[in-house]
C-alpha cells in the first residue's frame, strides 16, 4: 500500500521505475540507483552501501524519501543483501533532515502526503530485518540525526562541525512522539528530555558520551570501521538477531502504526498554523542570512 503510494509519487515526479528497478539489483560491480539514491552492491559481502546524492545538504525532499523507501524495500526483498551501510555522497553532510521548503507554503494535502512518507521511512528503517550501519560523514540535524538513531550501529567522523541531534525545538516545532521514543530507546529518558528540550546538536565526543553514536573514528576510517562493524554482526544467525530486533522494538513502530493517520492529521494541523509557518520562514531566512 505504502510501496504503491510512494511510485505513485515517484511517478509525478518523473523519476523513470525501470532505471530505479535496475539500480538495486544485485550485481557486484558499482551502479547508480537513481537520482538520488547511489547503492553500491557487494553481492559476494552480502553488504550494500546506500549513498545520499540529494545536494546540497541531502535534505529529505518528498523525492528522495520516496526513491531511499524504494531502494530499502528493493534491498529488503533481496535476500543476497543482509546488511546495508547508510552513508553521505557528500562528506560534509550526512542529511540536513526534513526538507524546511516541504513544510513551508504548501497545501494540507502535500503536508500530509510528505508526513506519510517521512513514517514510512522511519518504519521501513526501524524494523528493518537487515543490519543497518550509519556511517554519518557529516553534519546530521533533526530528520537526519533520525535516520541514524534508527540503524542498528552509528558510527560519527570526528570532525567537531559534524553535529548531531534533535534539534527541532530551535526551529520552534516539536519532534513527533515516534522521534521521542527512538532518541529515548537510544540514550534513555533523562538524556533525551534534555536534549529534546534544549534541541541539543552534539559535536562528536559529546555525542558518543551520551551514546547518541556507538563510535567516533577519523574521517578517513568511517566506511571501514562501518563495514567491519557490520561483518561481525553478520556472524550472528540472521533469525536469532532479527527476533530479537523485532522484540526490542516492535512496539515501538506499533505504537505509530496503530495511530498514523491521527498522526498525520497532528502533523498537518501543527505545520498549518500561522506561527509555525513563520518560524519555519525566519529558520530558512536566517539559514540564508548565515551565508551572506
Ligand atoms: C503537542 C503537539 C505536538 C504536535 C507535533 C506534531 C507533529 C510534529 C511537527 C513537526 C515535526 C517536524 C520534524 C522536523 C524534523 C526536521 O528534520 S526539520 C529540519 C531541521 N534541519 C536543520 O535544522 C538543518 C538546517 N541546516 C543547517 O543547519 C545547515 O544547512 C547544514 C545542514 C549544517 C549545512 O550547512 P552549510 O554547509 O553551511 O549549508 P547552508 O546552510 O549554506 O545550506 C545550503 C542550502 O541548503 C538549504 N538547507 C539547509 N538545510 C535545509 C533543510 N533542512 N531543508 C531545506 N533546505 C535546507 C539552505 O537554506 C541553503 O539554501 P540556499 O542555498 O540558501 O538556497
Request: proline share 4%; hydrophobic share 45%.
Amino acid at each position: 500500500m505504502a510501496l504503491v503510494a510512494a511510485r505513485g509519487t515517484l511517478l509525478r515526479a518523473g523519476v523513470r521505475l525501470g532505471t530505479e528497478a535496475a539500480a538495486c539489483g544485485r550485481n557486484g560491480t558499482r551502479r547508480s540507483a537513481s537520482h538520488r539514491v547511489l547503492v553500491e552492491p557487494d553481492a559476494a559481502a552480502g553488504i550494500a552501501t546506500i549513498k545520499f546524492k540529494n545536494p546540497p545538504v541531502n535534505s529529505l525532499t518528498l523525492e528522495f524519501l520516496t526513491e531511499l523507501i524504494i531502494c530499502l524495500e528493493k534491498l529488503e526483498n533481496d535476500k543476497t543483501f543482509r546488511g546495508v551501510i547508510l552513508t553521505s555522497n557528500s562528506p560534509g553532510i550526512f542529511s540536513a533532515g526534513l526538507d524546511l521548503r516541504e513544510m513551508c507554503g504548501k497545501n494540507p494535502a502535500h503536508y500530509a502526503e510528505y508526513w506519510r512518507a517521512v513514517q514510512e521511512l522511519w518504519l521501513k528503517l526501524y524494523v528493518s530485518n537487515m543490519i543497518l550501519v550509519a556511517a554519518i560523514n557529516g553534519a546530521s540535524p533533526a530528520g537526519g540525526c533520525l535516520m541514524s538513531l534508527s540503524c542498528d550501529y552509528r558510527v560519527l567522523a570526528d570532525n567537531p562541525r559534524y553535529k548531531v541531534g534533535l534539534n527541532e525545538t530551535l526551529l520552534g516545532i516539536v519532534a513527533p512522539f515516534w522521534f521521542r521514543d527512538t532518541l529515548v530507546n537510544t540514550i534513555g529518558h533523562r538524556a533525551s528530555e534534555r536534549a529534546l528540550q534544549l534541541g541539543l546538536l552534539f559535536p562528536p565526543a559529546e555525542a558518543l558520551q551520551v551514546g547518541m553514536v556507538d563510535q567516533v573514528v577519523p574521517e578517513d576510517q568511517v566506511h571501514s570501521t562501518a563495514l567491519s562493524v557490520i561483518t561481525q554482526w553478520l556472524a550472528i544467525p540472521d533469525h536469532a538477531r532479527q527476533l530479537t530486533k523485532s522484540m526490542m522494538r516492535k512496539a515501538t513502530t506499533d505504537n505509530l502504526i496503530k495511530q498514523r493517520e491521527a498522526d498525520i492529521q497532528n502533523f498537518v494541523s501543527f505545520i498549518s498554523r500561522d506561527s509555525i509557518q513563520k518560524s519555519l520562514q525566519m529558520y530558512i531566512e536566517k539559514l540564508k542570512q548565515k551565508k551572506s
